[in-house]
């Protein structure tokens, strides 16, 4: 920005400063995976993608899997809510709806886990990438309760890096 001084002249001032980027923390999850677990609905396998959208100020994820339940079909935006806050907001082919608050351990894991204040169980989502693989894990804790329980586990492989 250009601020006018005495005598007419003009001086440069820093103007905002560019808030650090909020996706940085979850970038080792960009691309398209295949992925292969199971759990209580049993065997399952399918393909997400996460992706950079907004300007590098969100990021969404495309899901879909396979297992004896049939398809199923989610997405999940992440977003920044603050300077060092992030929250996403899941919604799938069944209906459900979670709100997320998402933290950043270090510098391979996410874990996502559900607003205590709404109704219902709690969830748990984590992602950790070991050597180029990623461990996924999803939990639920019954209503009131802070003790999780896996739902579903799976690994899943980069097929395409991020464009």
């Not at 905002?16 to 677990?37: I, N």
Request: net charge negative; glycine share 12%; charged share 20%.
């Amino acid at each position: 920005a250009l601020n006018v001084v005495a005598g007419g002249e003009t001086a440069q001032s820093a103007g905002p400063t560019k808030p650090p980027d909020a996706m940085e923390p979850l970038g080792f999850l960009v691309g398209q995976w295949e992925a292969s677990g199971g759990g209580k609905p049993g065997a399952s396998s399918g393909a997400f993608e996460f992706e950079l959208e907004a300007g590098g100020r969100a990021m969404l994820r495309h899901n879909e899997s396979r297992s004896q339940e049939g398809l199923h079909r989610d997405v999940m935006l992440i977003y920044a809510e603050g300077p060092d806050s992030l929250r996403a907001t899941y919604a799938d082919s069944e209906g459900h709806v979670i709100r997320y608050v998402v933290s950043t351990p270090d510098a391979r894991s996410a874990v996502f886990i559900s607003d205590p204040a709404d109704p219902g169980p709690r969830f748990r989502l984590t992602y950790h990438l070991n050597d180029g693989m990623l461990a996924i894990r999803f939990e639920m804790a019954t209503p009131g309760s802070s003790v999780f329980s896996t739902y579903l586990e799976g690994t899943a492989h980069l097929q395409r890096p991020p464009k």
